[in-house]
């Protein structure tokens, strides 16, 4: 069974720029979350979607966004990007059931850059 | 605020001998755990859950123990392989309603031969 593939694995931007990240998530899998890592903040969530929909939303600014295909293939946008941005940006898809949470399963990551 | 503390930044153990690494959490709603293992360069891989009804749960050589009372768990690796050697995050939700994760600042394990 193929695992979260994130693509590009790596991506380099300008200040000013905005970058669109994809996930495809493990088949059957209907929730995606995505997450930043960086030195400092450790992993921070940023969003998940289920069933197309934003279901959840952590504390970044509007210039983060996202969205979720009826594949269950999700895209993540930063617009604007900024220097403190670059970071590893994890995607996670999970087997979402009526019992409650399951483990999630993470991607290899996209390593923005700004510069 | 920190909701899930992992106060070592690292750990060295000696091959064969008793891992255990420590997490503590300030959010009475968290009611799910995972421990994820983290190699340079890869996604964090699931390692073991706990919901907050059970307090111990074993795989393999994995044990995660639980104690509500003090919002603390552990993660207990035996015996501890050279291939053990990663970063280690706690993670925590609340509710059964979404997978929106917390994750600790992660714990870094190094195995010695």
């Known amino acids: 069974k193929a695992g979260v593939t994130q693509t590009p694995r790596y991506l380099i931007k300008t200040r000013g720029q905005q970058v669109t990240l994809s996930c495809s998530p493990i088949?059957?899998?209907?929730?995606v979350s995505w997450y930043q890592q960086t030195p400092g903040q450790g992993l921070q969530f940023l969003f998940e979607?289920?069933?197309?929909?934003?279901?959840n939303k952590g504390n970044f600014p509007g210039r983060f966004s996202g969205r979720q295909f009826s594949n269950s293939r999700s895209e993540m946008n930063v617009s604007t990007l900024e220097l403190g941005d670059s970071a590893l940006y994890l995607c996670?898809?999970?087997?979402?059931?009526?019992?409650?949470?399951?483990?999630?399963?993470f991607g290899q990551g996209t390593r923005l850059t700004v510069v | 605020d920190q909701q899930v503390k992992q106060n070592s930044p690292s750990l060295s153990v000696q091959e064969g001998r008793i891992s255990i690494l420590n997490c503590d959490y300030t959010?009475?709603?968290?009611?799910?755990f995972l421990w994820y293992k983290k190699y340079p360069a890869e996604g964090p891989t699931f390692l073991i859950s706990?919901?907050?009804?059970?307090d111990k749960n074993e795989d393999g050589r994995f044990t995660v123990f639980l104690n509500k009372s003090a919002k603390h768990l552990s993660l207990h690796i035996v015996p501890s392989q050279p291939g053990d050697s990663a970063v280690y995050f706690c993670?925590?939700?609340?509710?059964?309603?979404?997978?929106?994760?917390?994750f600790g600042p992660g714990t870094r394990l190094s195995v010695l031969p």
């Open positions: 996670a898809s999970s087997l979402d059931t009526f019992r409650g949470m399951t483990e999630a399963f």
């Open positions: 088949s059957g899998h209907r929730s």
């Open positions: 979607y289920f069933s197309e929909t934003q279901r």
């Open positions: 959010n009475s709603m968290f009611d799910y």
């Open positions: 706990i919901s907050s009804i059970k």
């Open positions: 993670a925590a939700s609340a509710g059964n309603y979404g997978q929106n994760f917390v």
